[in-house]
């Protein structure tokens, strides 16, 4: 089901800030940058991985509360699957808290889904199935 790690979301008060130490600090490429929903995100290339800055563009957003519940930090782990579909469909069978019970729209046009943290031992993971080229 899991082909790999897609990326690392990491909740930042200031996307610039957080792109310049990335970018000129540690040498790592920013390979995208959109806004998606309520949030300016920003993609740095890392071999295969990538790692998804996010800010939040409101007080009241997913982001901006996480961040003032529990600060900057690692906000969850992706994992690339083939069929999110056949994915979702395998977890609910198995019982696993699911956040989304059908895919959304992700970044890069891709479908995306979350399942809970309580199922994973307190870290949200998400589930993406990249756009079809």
Known sequence: MIKKIEHIGVAVKNLNEAEKFYSESLSID???????GDMKVSF???GETSIELLEGLAPDSVIAKFIEKRGEGIHHIAFEVDDIDRALETLKKQGVSLIDQKPRSGAH???????NPKAAHGILLELVEPAKK
């Open 30 to 36: 920013i390979l995208d940058r959109e806004v998606h």
């Open 44 to 46: 740095l290339c890392i």
């Open 109 to 115: 046009n891709s479908r995306v889904a979350f399942l």
